[in-house]
């Protein structure tokens, strides 16, 4: 009796999205099969974020170089969005916490084809 769900081993939480049946036949042609099911999917994305995975610090250092744009994570190139911020800290290295505060969520259709996946509420 699978339900196809993936846990955090350290802190294992019931998963709220909607169970769905995994299929009773199998192909016996077959040596090995394998469902991955939106559940399954879904579940791992709670997982991964009630686990603190789905988060990330940008630093300059990520930035290469080279980049088209010369963007720096500094005061000075968001003194368009945050004026204030620039003028009391002139030319400073910042750091963006970007953190997904919902899990992932995917969506299978009835092909069996991922159509579609989001980052609900990330935040930087």
Do not use: H
Not at 65 to 86: A, M, R
């Amino acid at each position: 009796d699978g339900k196809g769900e993936i846990f955090d081993k350290s802190d294992p939480k019931e998963c709220t999205s909607p169970k769905q049946d995994m299929p009773e036949t199998v192909d016996s042609e077959r040596m090995v099969t394998l469902w991955i099911t939106e559940y399954m999917l879904n579940t791992a994305g709670y997982a991964y974020q009630t686990a603190g995975f789905l988060q990330y610090n940008l630093t300059s250092d990520d930035i290469p170089s080279d980049n088209p744009i010369k963007f720096k994570l500094t005061t000075d190139f968001f003194k368009f969005f945050v004026p204030d911020l620039t003028k009391a800290y002139p030319d400073k290295n910042l750091t963006l916490w970007i953190y997904a505060t919902k899990p992932v969520l995917f969506n299978i259709n009835k092909a069996g084809k991922l159509t579609g996946f989001s980052l609900v509420d990330v935040i930087f």
